[in-house]
């Protein structure tokens, strides 16, 4: 049953097309050998609350942002955008930024920065994705590796377009 879900005719054709053979084959392994059964464990993720973090979700109409303290939201913005036709990835890094920069405004430093996006993102470039359709290139620097991760000793390796200090 879940097997002719995942084909060219499925219910999801999309992923079933986007994917090698080898890796969309739900009854089966890599190799082509029959899949092991499912074994599942569940783990809390996250839970982390403390701190000035920013948060930002892109969709295909809007983006929103928020600032939050020891898990208390203090700024929550939402902008209208239309990014699917736009074939400058400069668009999408800016929006971005233009997110992250009013709910940083907010907040006295920065301790996390999380975002999402709808799509397929392997080594932080994005393979499949409804945002940048119209892009040149599914994978320019433009718009990926903007930002590595932080630090232990202090925070994100950020670009100076995402400094809070000039506000």
Known sequence: MLT??????GLRAFDATSWPPRVRRADRGPGG????????????LGRHTQGCRIGFD?????????AVVD???IFSD??????????????HLDGV???????????PRIDAIGGSAAGVYVNSE????SLYRGSRSRTSTAT?????????????ACPSRWSTTAR
Do not use: M
């Open 126 to 129: 994005p393979r499949v994705g």
């Open 97 to 107: 930024n233009d997110s992250i920069r009013r709910a940083a405004a907010h907040l």
């Open 33 to 44: 050998e029959e899949a092991a059964p499912a074994h599942e464990t569940q783990k809390p």
């Open 4 to 9: 002719g879900c995942y084909t060219a005719t």
């Open 71 to 73: 898990g208390k939201v």
């Open 78 to 91: 939402e902008v209208k955008w239309n990014p699917y036709f736009e074939k400058d990835p400069t668009y």
């Open 58 to 66: 892109l969709g295909g109409s809007d983006r929103k942002a928020a």
């Open 144 to 156: 990926s590796g903007a930002c590595s991760a932080p630090s232990r000793t202090g925070g994100a």
